[in-house]
């Protein structure tokens, strides 16, 4: 093991996770209304009037919440590791494969060089592996147990590891695609890039050893700000990116779609549920919540003074979202809104992947600087 490694000390995992399962549930929300805007609820029906500002709460997924009312469900917070440095970003990942089961792996950012860890937390330092040059990583886990890490490096380049049966890691650098990029793996183990062309937003895929390159949309080259990738239950991809405007890139038989999600803001977390809708969340004014609807795109704040959020779905396509200001909060979207549960000390940043929702539905959420922890219930 390099002796790089003494950056990170790897601390026993000291949190209790109670399951706690969910269920959905698309009820009508009662609200003041004013206008039809031709909306529709998620289960199909007319979502009736929306508010005057155009919102429109009926169109949104609303939960049974997993606690529930006068049920105490804590969450508990344990040590996962400590490094010489506070990360510049961390990316956490779960995955069920047919051979391990679950498997839980982390990458970050730390003291300027890339590290991954896979299995529980307590084997996180036993199989670390360094890689050099890092200003934000992206860590996945396929269907067949696929382990890949997306390094963007600070001069912009990309550069995809992948492991090797025999556990080494094989590196590939994507033609044409720059920082910031993004991973994501689709059914057949195929690994999925977005990011940033000479004046485009670019989506790959490597099919059968060959990248096919294929431009969603036309961007400045000199734009900041994340690029988010997600596949649909069609395996197609979605891209969301910011030209001022939140967009959306939708990849369709007959080429890529667009359509402005939810007006001037900044993408932080993408996620497409089993009938192929978008969800989103969002800087403006703190972190909003969009859905997109066939009448359009709806939205509503999650928390207006939160700094960075990450957004999951259930199973059932109910949204769970994690977020960060003075501490870390959870909260859940049920008939009455997001509830908003503050889960423990820390942070985290735009570029983090913070949040996975375990194989039973228990939400576990890394969080911090330098000493890194994990809560969960």
Known sequence: ???????????ALTASLAAVAGGACFA???TAQAKDAGHERPDG????PSNLDGSCPMCLPSCE?????????????GAAFESGCAPASYSLTVAVTPDSGMELAASLCACGEAWAGAGTPADWGDNAVFFSACARTVSRVGPNGERMILVNEPSGT????EQRTNGSWRPEDPPQIRAPATLAIDSAGNPHLAGLGQGAILHLARVD??????????ADSDRRGLVLLALGPDGLPRIAFSEGDVKLATKTDAGWEHSTASGMGAPLSLQVDAEGRAHLLYLLDGVRYTLQTPGGWVSEMLDGKATAAALVLTAEGCPR???SRDGVFYGERTAAGWTSERIADGNFG????PFVLLPDGKPLVLHGGAAMSLSGR
């Open 1 to 11: 093991m390099p002796s790089r490694l003494s950056h990170l000390a790897l601390l």
């Open 28 to 30: 009508p929300v009662l």
């Open 45 to 48: 029906g007319d979502a009736g």
């Open 65 to 77: 919440p997993t606690c529930p009312p006068g049920e105490s469900c804590p969450f508990t917070t």
């Open 158 to 161: 990309v550069r995809l590891f």
């Open 209 to 218: 050893g060959t990248w096919i390159v294929d431009p969603a949309a036309n």
């Open 321 to 323: 979202a994690v977020w």
């Open 350 to 353: 735009v570029e983090d992947e």
